[in-house]
């Protein structure tokens, strides 16, 4: 039994609060966290957490009828009413990182790729791949002001005074105490300033009076010109609420992590997968590891080469001409998996179309079974129709996620890996201050 630690789990994961506790020989923190007929989440501790170690276990999981959202504010909200009753350190539990894949945008561009409005004769000077030419000194200028005098030799004769001598002033120009440093009889400037206009013509900053000229580029179809980057806002937000700490699993970008000023530990599911394999593939010295996307190759060729296995890698070729044609990319295998058994490795599985795909290219390659083996077992939308109509004979996942529903629905074609012991281990371990090296080591 380890003392002055306290486990509070929020409402997304219930049965893997308790199965942590019974790992840890302790019971789980009496709290109330329920809503308010408004939608407002209400959370009261009912244990005395002062100068005690609180590990708050909420999961980033919002099917069954869930909310993630909702699980976050209420994770959000814990550790605020722990800092609060003067617990000495709450770290966060989140098996699996809610908003992870946010990085992930649908497109890989560098810029925003411009075209021009089709001319008459139907001629685009702009394609889906150019890039706009760099400027440099004496080379075409783009569409900009109206006059095509050079602004830059204007703003140089401007900025010196008659005999180049140094930066012009008000007072160099001879310009007195009443009159305008723009010149003129009017103090205001009024009379130079519409010479001004007269020899370079009327704009604005922005060309709000030319909006021909404005409309003349517009951002490529599929070009997202705002997307939010909500991995930081979560950083933040965690650590902004109280958290000291935080504890994880299989992050889908591993960059995730200098998002947060605190520490982070990203816990492997590699030695339960790897286990797995072990135990219940036979012969699995003659099976091949496969990576359904170039992403994952490294996950996958850490667990081939620690086995002594084959690896093979699927490519997803992905050259689209617009944003809707994202899904319609072509895979391609390398390596060999003729009358072999296959066994895709993964980390997380949301609507399952890409791990589907893969057992289908797999099957018509020769492959004679066909092994899933995934961290985070999201299976949003559609994904478990898709999956029972799939090719792949045997679907493995870990309890990251609630998996009662999909147990259910799948029957004997998933398995779910327990990972409470791991996470009861790593919560002793910075308990009593020691080190979580051995969670990592999975060869």
């Known amino acids: 039994m380890v003392r002055n630690i306290v486990i509070l789990g929020g409402n997304s994961h219930p049965k893997l609060v308790e199965s942590v506790c019974n790992n840890l020989g302790l019971p789980a923190c009496n709290r109330i966290l329920t809503k308010f007929s408004s939608g407002e989440s209400r959370c009261e501790i009912q244990d005395s957490v002062r100068g005690k170690d609180v590990y708050i276990i909420q999961t980033g999981f919002g099917g069954n009828g869930s909310k ?16 609060t009753g003067s617990a000495r350190r709450v770290t966060a539990v989140l098996p699996l990182f809610p908003y992870s894949r946010q990085p992930d945008l649908p ?26 030419a760099t400027p440099a000194p004496n080379g075409s200028k783009s569409l900009g002001l109206p006059n095509p005098a050079d602004l830059a030799n204007k703003l140089i004769k401007t900025s010196l005074v008659g005999n180049g001598s140094g930066p012009s002033s008000p007072l160099a120009n ?30 604005t900053t922005h060309d709000y009076e030319n909006l021909s000229i404005v409309n003349a580029f517009q951002a490529r179809p599929g070009y997202k010109q705002w997307v939010a980057q909500a991995g930081t806002l979560v950083a933040n937000l965690l650590t902004c609420a109280g958290a000291d700490h935080v504890i994880t699993m299989d992050l889908h970008d591993p960059q995730v992590q200098g998002f947060f000023d605190v520490p982070v530990d990203n816990l492997y599911g590699r030695p339960l997968l790897k286990q797995y394999i072990m135990q219940n593939v036979p012969n699995y010295k003659d099976a091949v590891i496969i990576s359904p996307d170039a992403g994952g190759a490294k996950r996958a060729t850490a667990i081939a080469d620690s086995m002594g296995m084959d690896f093979a890698l699927i490519h997803k070729e992905r050259r689209p001409t617009r944003i809707t044609d994202r899904q319609n990319a072509s895979m391609m295998l390398v390596g060999n998996v003729a009358d072999r058994v296959c066994i895709l490795l993964d980390d997380i599985a949301d609507t399952g179309n890409t791990i589907t795909r893969a057992a289908k290219l797999l099957k018509k390659e ?30 493995v996942v870990t309890n990251s996620v609630p998996q009662g529903e999909h147990k259910a629905r799948l029957g004997s074609k998933l398995d779910v890996l327990d990972i409470s012991p791991i996470f009861a281990e790593a919560i002793r371990r910075v308990h009593h201050g020691e080190s979580i090296s051995v969670l990592f080591n999975y060869d």
């Open 68 to 83: 993630l959202n909702d699980h976050f504010m209420d994770l959000c909200i814990m550790i605020s009413a722990c800092k």
């Open 107 to 132: 497109y890989k561009k560098t810029g925003a790729p411009l075209f021009k409005q089709p001319t008459e004769n139907g001629r685009k000077d702009y394609t889906f791949d150019s890039v706009p």
């Open 174 to 203: 001879g310009k007195a105490n009443g009159e305008s440093y723009f010149g003129g009889n009017d103090v205001n400037g009024t009379q130079d300033q519409q010479d001004g206009q007269a020899q370079t013509g009327n704009f």
């Open 366 to 395: 020769g492959a004679t079974k066909i092994y899933a083996l995934l961290t985070h077992g999201v299976f949003s939308g559609d994904a478990i129709n898709r999956i029972k109509a799939s090719a792949i004979d045997k679907i």
